[in-house]
């Protein structure tokens, strides 16, 4: 078990240096820009933020033998494993905070997946931005507690 976590835990910490650029990369571009081009190059961000946040999720629920088994609905309920304390297994990676902002990026994802057209509604990209934002103050503090407890699960073993 030492192997698996001490790989969850490298994963985790790969995976959230791409959070870090990624954010980088939003917090050079304007807050609400009005123009075409860069309102797709938001929305290209915010999918891979989301995206980068759900594998995180993902390698946690594999790790835990916690996986989705429903494949209809499965980003929504994997999202949704990692906000709650799953007795004797692990604790909640997300706070209830974190979870709202990232639901919304994920809704986002969806659509952004799913849309052929160029325009985004301006009111609704900047409501996914306010939340990735939200998320950007948070996030750390929420997936290092869940650092810690697999420290402390090395540390018995």
């Known amino acids: 078990m030492n192997a ?13 240096q791409a959070i870090g650029e990624i954010y980088s990369l939003l917090d050079r571009l304007p ?8 309102q ?5 961000y915010l999918h891979n933020l989301y995206s980068a946040f759900e594998s995180i999720f993902q390698r946690i629920a594999t790790t835990f033998e916690n996986q989705i088994s429903d494949q209809a609905g499965w980003h929504a309920d994997l999202l949704r494993r ?5 007795e004797g297994i692990r604790p909640p990676v997300l706070g209830p905070a974190a ?5 919304e990026l994920r809704r986002f994802r969806h659509l952004f997946r799913s849309a052929y057209r ?3 509604d301006p009111d609704r990209l900047a409501l996914v931005i306010k939340k990735a934002r939200a998320v950007q103050d948070i996030y750390r503090e ?12 090395l540390a018995v073993s």
Do not use: C, W
């Open 31 to 38: 807050a609400l820009p009005s123009d075409d081009e860069k």
């Open 82 to 86: 990692m906000a709650l304390n799953i």
């Open 118 to 120: 160029v325009h985004f």
């Open 99 to 103: 979870y709202e902002g990232l639901d």
């Open 142 to 153: 929420d997936i290092g507690r869940f650092v810690a407890f697999l420290d402390d699960l």
């Open 4 to 16: 698996q976590i001490l790989t969850l835990k490298a994963e985790i910490e790969a995976d959230l």
């Open 40 to 44: 797709i190059v938001i929305a290209y």
